[in-house]
């Protein structure tokens, strides 16, 4: 039963409204709606708040929405509250974003409310925490969302339903059936609008309210809205416990990679039981999300536990989801990338210069970092040797000509299959070095390689700096300076995208 006093008691011990709250109603002239703004009316002086009206006109119904908001502009005069309308064309809205219309309707809604929200804190003089959003949800759209949720595949947060608070948004009437509201409209002779489409099944939330819900009602539990409700609260609890431990778990091993997404630590991922785990998921693909503004709302449990099951596979992996994401398994991490992966679209190469010379003591050779000393009489043989040219290599005079040579026929370019290199054992594929060393595919794709043809001269990583660890840094041993080198060839990265190490 619907009694200001029930009401009163569920906006104060939710925290719904404070003292000296503007609150925004979303009245659309429906039983809901309408009733939300008679009783917050018979409150307003009890809780110190201002009320304001928007209504919005989609564009669909014809006579039939301008008929509603006149109704409601009308009603807002009478009850002296202060009434906004927006006009939107619902139908082209949808097609210009490729999305439903009752998906645009939600959007044009909320950013009609936040206009509204901000010109108010504006006008009002107060901060925008104490300007709400009143929406008329009860307790049968609830149990719809729960079931529509659960029937997308959704996990616990889908079974918390529609909360009654929100942020800013809240919704008074969450703890009543819609049963309970017309019968309090009626005993109280309050007029109210029908919208024809709520009793067309063209939506889903329409087959769930018109179809399926009376059929459980009447054949499975005559209290089933109810039922729903309450454990809808039982989830949210749940829900906000994991949702905590989440956050908790990412504040320490979720990293953002500036502009290239968010890095998760994969092996400490995998010790948390499977539910933490999608949770912890979830919480990296909101954050990959809202940074570009965009919600989480058609990611389901399907694409997370693929996540999940990415994390237990084999390295070097990658998975494509909704909002053109992107997950890797690399090894020590899951990677989120969103959009474009910059790794996968490098192009260019960092410029190499080289020099030679024969004044060099042993304990100068350089280890990590972006120059390498090399045995030049070796790689220019082993240059004559692959090309078939003749050169004189202890020629002083051609030292230019030498050096000209070897710029010209060592190939700077990305990793090949079949690339190898010499180690202390013998030959290795490149490509059995990267998996020896644990190298994510990913990072793979950053190596640059100096090479005579497919025999590796010396490969390292791009945009190298001195906390990046990740990645092979390594001449062949073929060329390695020894005791009876004569002369140095001297290989130096320049520019920014091999930065000196300090």
Not at 85 to 100: D, G, T, V
Not at 265 to 283: A, F, S
Not at 318 to 332: A, E, F, P, S, T
Not at 381 to 408: A, H, M, W
């Amino acid at each position: 039963m619907l009694n200001i006093d029930i009401l009163s008691r569920f906006i104060e011990n939710n925290k719904l409204i404070e003292k000296e709250d503007r609150v925004i109603l979303g009245v659309s002239g429906g039983a809901d709606s309408v009733c939300l703004l008679h009783t917050l009316c018979k409150l307003q002086k009890a809780l110190e708040i201002r009320l304001f009206v928007v209504h919005i006109n989609h564009g669909i119904r014809g006579k039939e929405a301008s008929r509603d908001e006149n109704y409601v502009k009308e009603l807002c005069k009478k009850l002296g509250v202060e009434f906004f309308s927006f006009h939107y064309n619902i139908p082209k809205m949808a097609a210009l974003l490729k999305i439903s219309e009752e998906e645009a309707g939600r959007k044009a809604r909320y950013e009609a409310f936040e206009n509204i929200a901000t010109d108010i804190s504006k006008t009002e003089g107060v901060d925008i925490s104490k300007v709400k959003i009143a929406v008329a949800h009860n307790k049968n759209d609830n149990a719809e969302t729960m079931l529509h949720n659960l029937s997308r595949g959704s996990g616990i947060s889908g079974l918390k339903g529609i909360l009654a608070k929100n942020g800013r948004i809240i919704r008074p009437l969450l703890i009543f059936t819609r049963a309970e509201i017309e019968e309090y409209l009626n005993e109280n002779k309050i007029e109210y609008m029908t919208d024809s489409t709520n009793l067309e099944n063209e939506y889903t939330r329409n087959v769930l309210r018109n179809e399926v819900f009376p059929i459980l009602t009447k054949y499975v539990n005559s209290n089933v809205v109810n039922n729903f409700y309450k454990t809808s609260t039982v989830a949210a609890e749940a829900d906000e416990y994991f949702e905590d431990s989440a956050k908790k778990f990412c504040e320490q091993n979720l990293k953002a990679e500036g502009n290239k997404g968010y890095t998760l630590k994969r092996n400490e991922l995998i010790k948390h039981p499977h539910i933490l785990g999608t949770y912890i998921i979830r919480y990296a693909l909101k954050e990959l999300l809202r940074e570009k503004k965009l919600g989480i709302k058609d990611i389901g449990m399907v694409h997370i536990e693929d996540v999940w099951q990415l994390a237990h596979g084999e390295n070097g992996k990658k998975l494509d989801l909704k909002y053109d994401i992107k997950v890797y398994n690399d090894y020590k991490y899951l990677r989120f990338v969103q959009g474009e992966d910059e790794k996968e679209s490098k192009s260019g190469f960092p410029e190499i210069r080289y020099s030679v010379f024969s004044d060099f003591s042993m304990k100068d050779i350089p280890g990590d970092g972006n120059i390498k000393w090399l045995d030049f009489d070796k790689v220019l043989r082993d240059i004559v040797k692959y090309t078939g040219e003749s050169l004189c290599i202890n020629s002083v005079v051609s030292k230019d000509n030498n050096l000209k040579f070897i710029e010209k026929n060592i190939a700077v370019r990305v990793y090949m299959s079949g690339d190898f290199i010499q180690i202390k054992s013998g030959k290795k594929a490149i490509k059995k070095l990267f998996t020896d060393e644990k190298i994510p595919a990913s990072i793979r794709k950053e190596h640059i390689v100096l090479a005579i043809g497919s025999c590796v001269v010396w490969i390292f990583k791009e945009n190298k700096s001195p906390d990046d660890t990740v990645g092979l840094d390594r001449i062949s041993e073929l060329y390695k300076v020894d005791l009876y080198t004569n002369k140095v060839l001297k290989i130096e990265v320049l520019g920014d995208k091999y930065e000196r190490e300090s």
